[in-house]
């Protein structure tokens, strides 16, 4: 063990975590069962919200695609992908993630792990239930609640066991320094619950007058990737930067700086969702300006996963890990910063009501979460199963359609959605030309969306044959190539 | 940033005060707000709606109307909702009041319907345009509500409510109807009774649209 340099002595937090391998390797099998559950169910849901997805989008331009049947129409298949990818795939897969690094950061083998496999089959069984709601017109068209108030307490008790065993983790974590990612770790795990349970008691079970719901509504699903997501990104982040290239941290005080900002200001900006809407004028000038201050906590962390990586970009050439988890990155810091101009009301104007909404959301929950996700998975399932990704090709073939394909759709829908806007804005234009501007690009996302759901197809035959443990046993990790230098300490993936 | 709960409480505040401004706020007094009396019909504003549009705004929900529709005319100059005719005015808070859910809407792939009873009153063109919006529109890229149809032999006399209009491929067979289900009108009802046109004093007209 090297003596900690003059840095590390100063910040002593700036690393993820110490522990010899073989406590890791016995706090990793702890993790085995729930981790690898949340993992499966995840994927299935991601190949089931991704095909509900490109439904939705052939749907738009082909209105009489599969249009006989009452539960394969637009206004149910498109509630029921987002449902499908937001709670089946994104919130169990960063559960997952979540309770891996909460292990690994607490220093301790996770506890009660039966609690951990209860939650996910309810929280399956929760999800299945309100998916299958949503197909049969029960959805109640409450954007990112759309599950029938019959499947959302199976939910909340689901979510209430990980709450209550996330507390524990960290009461009984081994005593000495609480690492960035556990910042946020702890602060979405409670977040989390705070959310969803507020607007569920007052637009779901006890519904409160019209005027003021719209409020509420994107006050939680705009926290729902502010609070919930975005930190556990981020703690993924912070996590596997430094640990797949091997140096700490570039500063202890831009993670504390970016951490409180992003809490402060991110809670505030659900209103910039109703710019113009039937809402007091200082609660949506509340939000304009809190996506404004966004810039301190998007830009913070930006500088600080750059300045640690800076001089060992040369990794992404042959960690799978990485190069998912910087593209991650670097689309957090784009999307963060589209966010906060699309809350500026000139622009908001002409881009709220169109296609440029969705491509933004897709860089986010795709381009930023998802890619983060799968990194992390590349990571963490080899230490679960005790077996390496059989085949790197098929991994960059994974990294290639996503990143292609999110590119392509998020350009897309950026650009028909600019003209679509500017056609509903000019008086002199007709609504069909903002339709016949849009189409093109629609048929471009349509695309993407088969591009996509290949990259996913390829991951989830991958992930299987880990389960499975096929292919023949490798000597080391699935890399993209030899790195040029490296000890067996600083090859993490 | 060692001392856990410290940081327990920091999350806690930061979270708490969007809450209070966010949701607290909105629900204790926009969730508290009344509706006013109309002194020129003796009735109240927001008028109220019929128990089958009530009905109806079940239907739009489950159908998913709001993923393409909008509800909302933003004001000017800000926007040109009003200049393109979305609706005489800005809506405004008062205006969701007889809503179960208020369908304010994110998405204009088909146009805002604040206003849409006014625009559009006739009952049997609503009928038409679920049925197969292409028998009115023909560049619509709205899908075909068919399934809150029912296209039955005609017994004797032509039921009073088939569907009128209908042409092309979509039109029903010779000696056939069609006939719109309970939903149907209902959600019929609905969009009928969607007009934000009446005047309130915190909404008012602009004088030039």
């Given at each position: 063990m090297n003596s900690p340099s003059l840095l590390s002595s100063l910040?002593?937090?700036?690393?993820?975590d110490a522990l010899d391998s073989i406590e890791r390797a016995e706090i990793d099998a702890s993790t085995r069962i729930p981790v690898l559950l949340f993992f499966a169910s995840a994927i299935f849901w991601l190949l089931v919200g991704s095909s509900l997805g490109l439904v939705s989008a052939w749907k738009m331009t082909?209105?009489?695609?599969?249009?006989?049947?009452s539960w394969l129409t637009f206004g149910r298949l498109r509630p029921a992908h987002l449902n499908a990818v937001i709670y089946g795939w994104a919130t169990p897969a960063a559960i997952g993630v979540g309770l891996w690094l909460t292990a690994r950061l607490c220093r301790i083998p996770l506890l009660h792990s039966k609690l951990l496999i209860s939650a996910a089959i309810i929280w399956n069984l929760g999800i299945l239930l309100g998916i299958c709601g949503i197909l049969i017109g029960?959805?109640?068209?409450?954007?990112?609640?759309?599950?029938?108030a019959y499947s959302t307490p199976i939910l909340f008790i689901a979510y209430a066991f990980i709450g209550i065993w996330t507390i524990i983790m960290f009461r009984f974590r081994k005593p000495g320094h609480i690492y960035v990612s556990q910042w946020y770790l702890f602060a979405a795990f409670l977040w989390f619950p705070w959310l969803y349970a507020t607007a569920n008691i007052l637009l779901v079970w006890q519904p409160v007058q019209g005027p003021a719901q719209g409020a509420i509504n994107w006050w939680y699903a705009h926290n729902v990737l502010g609070l919930w997501f975005t930190p556990i990104g981020l703690a993924a982040a912070y996590y596997f930067i430094p640990k797949v290239i091997g140096r700490p941290i570039h500063s202890y005080y831009l993670s504390i700086l970016g951490f409180w900002s992003l809490a402060l200001f991110y809670s505030w900006n659900g209103m910039h969702h109703l710019i113009?809407?039937?809402?007091?004028?200082w609660m949506v000038s509340a939000s304009v300006v809190a996506s404004m201050m966004m810039f301190i906590p998007v830009i913070t962390t930006a500088i600080n996963h750059h300045m640690t990586m800076r001089g060992h970009f040369e990794s992404l050439q042959w960690s799978p890990t990485l190069r998912f988890i910087v593209f991650g990155a670097v689309s957090y810091t784009v999307v963060s910063l589209q966010g906060s101009s699309m809350a500026i009301p000139a622009l908001n104007t002409i881009?709220?009501?169109?296609d440029y909404t969705i491509g933004h959301a897709h860089l986010g929950l795709y381009a930023f979460f998802t890619m983060i996700l799968f990194g992390s998975m590349y990571y963490i399932v080899p230490r679960l199963v005790g077996?390496?990704?059989?085949?790197a090709t098929l991994i960059r073939w994974h990294f290639w359609l996503s990143a292609v394909g999110i590119l392509l759709m998020v350009g897309a829908l950026t650009l028909g959605g600019l003209l679509q806007g500017l056609a509903l804005y000019?008086?002199?234009?007709?609504?069909r030309s903002s339709l016949e501007f849009a189409n093109p690009f629609r048929v471009l996302r349509g695309i993407s969306g088969f591009i996509l759901l290949a990259g996913q197809l390829v991951f989830a035959f991958l992930f299987v044959q880990m389960l499975l443990k096929l292919g023949a046993p490798k000597k080391g990790p699935a890399l993209f190539t030899k790195p040029a230098e490296q000890t067996n300490d600083t090859v993490a993936i | 940033m060692n001392k856990l709960p410290l940081i327990f409480v920091g999350i806690f505040l930061t979270f708490t005060s969007a809450w209070i401004g966010l949701v607290a706020y909105p629900t204790l007094n926009l969730g508290e707000m009344q509706p006013l009396p109309d002194?020129?019909?003796?009735?109240?504003?927001?008028p109220t709606t019929s128990g089958l549009a009530v009905a109806g705004q079940k239907v739009y929900a489950s159908s998913g109307c709001v993923y393409c529709h909008s509800q909302q005319v933003r004001w000017s100059p800000l926007s040109t909702d009003i200049a393109k005719g979305l609706g005489p005015r800005q809506t405004v808070a008062?205006?969701?009041?007889?809503?179960?859910?208020?369908?304010?809407?994110?998405?204009?792939t088909g146009p805002d319907l604040s206003n849409i009873g006014a625009r559009q009153p006739d009952t049997n063109w609503h009928h038409q345009h679920l049925f197969e919006p292409r028998t009115v529109?023909?560049?619509?890229i709205m899908p075909s509500y068919r399934y809150l149809y029912k296209t039955q032999k005609i017994e004797g006399q032509p039921s009073s409510d088939a569907v009128q209009g209908l042409r092309g491929p979509h039109a029903p067979k010779l000696g056939y109807e069609v006939v719109p289900s309970e939903e149907a009108k209902a959600l019929v009802a609905y969009l009928l009774s969607l007009k934000k046109n009446y005047k309130l004093p915190e909404s008012p007209e602009p004088s030039e649209p």
């Open positions: 910040n002593p937090s700036t690393e993820p082909n209105p009489a695609l599969l249009d006989s049947f029960d959805g109640r068209s409450i954007e990112w609640l759309e599950f029938p113009g809407g039937p809402f007091p004028a881009t709220h009501f169109t077996w390496e990704w059989p085949s000019d008086v002199a234009s007709t609504f | 002194e020129e019909t003796g009735g109240v504003l927001p008062r205006d969701y009041l007889r809503e179960k859910v208020a369908f304010l809407g994110t998405m204009r529109t023909d560049w619509s």
